[in-house]
């Protein structure tokens, strides 16, 4: 398995940022991570941990929730992004698929795929060929592409965003909470598609994600955040195996399966802030 961590040469990096809302709420605390081409890297921890914020401020998102990177400094190919405006960030080949789907309902399922295209200046013949490769990896929305968006259920919808992402041609896709309000037959089915879309289109991966152990059997590494911090990181296969990691996010521990609520959140910042 490809070793994906901080050593390797960075395609995207992200180094000791802060994020500030509304020019009073201090949210991400220093947060440094490297995402290099060709890997699979998951930011995880609990909701409110900074996930989602730190794909806004890669993504240059953050302006439309009166939020902005006041510290620090995040580069893609060596070169500062975080003042481009977002059309520019995808430009660049950089696309976030947000979390909840977000999908335009009143619009068909491939009406919905054709909108990844309009950053491109691309040809009827090069669309349809993504076309193509989006429902040789989603036969689901083949099956479904004339059908309206909103009417068809959570697992498609996500499959629609993702493969929306896929038609503008992304060098770098930031995945939002993929498995959200889905089933784990659907789950596995979506990470299975992340697996398959990186080793055979050589995409690269940012996934933010709360189901550790999931997002831990697909990654190649792992940072935690919690609380606007990085609080541990390195490969998935040594997080998996981590007394903490097994405790406090995948409900395992010496003694026995625990659940998280039955640990406090004092002694997690304890062993790993201190």
């Known amino acids: 398995m490809l070793d994906a961590g901080p050593t390797e040469e960075a395609l995207l990096e992200v180094n000791n940022i802060e ?4 020019h009073v709420i201090l949210v991400l605390k ?3 991570l490297a995402v290099p081409k060709g890997g699979i890297t998951a930011l995880l921890g609990g909701n409110g941990a900074g996930k989602t914020t730190t794909l806004k401020a890669i993504s240059n998102l953050l302006k439309s929730e009166r939020g902005e990177v006041t510290k620090g400094n995040i580069r893609y190919h060596g070169e500062r992004v975080q003042d481009l405006a977002p059309s520019d960030v995808v430009k660049k080949g950089v696309i976030q698929v947000m979390e909840g789907r977000h999908c335009f309902e009143h619009l068909t399922v491939e009406e919905n795929l054709l909108t990844g295209a309009y950053t491109r200046n691309a040809g009827r013949g090069d669309i349809e060929a993504d076309l193509d490769l989006v429902y040789s990896y989603f036969p689901r929305l083949k099956e479904r592409r004339k059908s309206q968006a909103g009417y068809t259920s959570g ?5 629609t965003a993702i493969g929306r992402a896929l038609m503008s041609r992304p060098e770098t896709i930031l995945l939002d909470e993929p498995s959200m309000g889905l089933a784990p037959q659907l789950v596995e089915e979506i990470f299975n598609i992340v697996k398959s879309l990186n080793e055979n289109e050589g995409a690269t991966f940012l996934l933010a994600e709360q189901n550790t152990n999931v997002a831990l059997r697909f990654a190649h590494y792992g940072y935690i955040l919690e609380s606007g911090r990085v609080v541990m990181d390195g490969p998935a296969d040594d997080l998996r195996e981590n007394p903490d990691v097994k405790e406090f ?3 395992m521990s010496e003694e026995g399966r625990k659940s998280f609520r039955d640990v406090r959140s004092y002694r997690r910042r304890k062993r790993w802030l201190s």
């Open 30 to 32: 220093g947060v440094s």
């Open 155 to 159: 697992g498609e919808q996500q499959m």
């Open 249 to 251: 996010y995948l409900g």
């Open 19 to 22: 994020v500030i809302y509304n």
